[in-house]
């Protein structure tokens, strides 16, 4: 067999060191299963892991990543539908008390958006981040004409995090998890280049967490 060296050698200071330490947490955590706290929705960029921004153990957070951290609108049309399986297991399953839908600053498939990219430049991607179209279509509205790509795209990351947590509460699993106060959900965005980390209040607005 033929690993990336990369690969080989992060999995070789794995087993030397991290594992060594984890072992017996890894070991209750295959005999008594995982009880994560949070299902986090986010991006699939590379810079964004929550595990590390979180500083989280095995155990703790349930991920699923994908392009612009979307929480696609609630369907039943027989389809693979990826994140809305990972939502029905954590929440009907694993029965976690907070989903997190988790973006971030320079988002690639956010500006993507923004900059118009449509469904007829890509075989996947463009139908994917078209669900951020209400997102865009309020951003727009409410900035100047003159505003540039990357303004709009600033917005869009935190009006896209928004317009997920609404369509969240579309899928019955989760609203019946709200209607009994089993469940919360936040939103959050993280600054690649600065670390910082801003939480959504209530009504809406985001501020930044002290560290």
């Not at 964004?48 to 979307?70: K, T, Y």
């Not at 954590?90 to 500006?111: E, M, P, R, W």
């Not at 179209?133 to 309020?138: F, I, K």
Request: glycine letters at 10%.
């Amino acid at each position: 067999m033929t690993i990336p060296p990369q690969l080989a050698a992060g999995f070789s200071r794995f087993r030397a060191d991290l594992y060594p330490r984890q072992k017996q947490l890894y070991e209750d955590l295959a005999d008594k299963g995982q009880k994560p706290h949070t299902l986090v929705i986010g991006c699939s960029d590379s810079r964004v892991d929550p595990s590390q921004i979180f500083d989280a153990s095995p155990g703790e957070l349930f991920v699923v990543r994908n392009v612009a951290n979307l929480v696609p609108p609630y369907e039943t049309d027989g389809g693979y539908h990826g994140v809305s399986a990972a939502l029905e297991f954590a929440v009907t399953v694993l029965k976690v008390s907070n989903i997190l839908v988790l973006g971030h600053k320079q988002c690639g498939g956010v500006h993507a958006c923004a900059g118009g990219h449509s469904e007829s430049d890509s075989i996947f991607l463009g139908h994917w981040i078209s669900a951020l179209q209400p997102a865009l279509a309020e951003v727009r509205k409410n900035l100047d004409a003159g505003a540039d790509v990357d303004t709009h795209a600033e917005h869009l990351e935190l009006n896209g995090i928004r317009h997920s947590i609404e369509r969240l509460k579309t899928y019955p699993f989760v609203k019946s998890a709200l209607d009994s106060s089993d469940l919360i959900i936040h939103g959050a965005r993280f600054g690649v280049a600065d670390g910082e980390l801003e939480w959504m209040n209530d009504d809406g607005h985001f501020q930044p967490v002290p560290s």
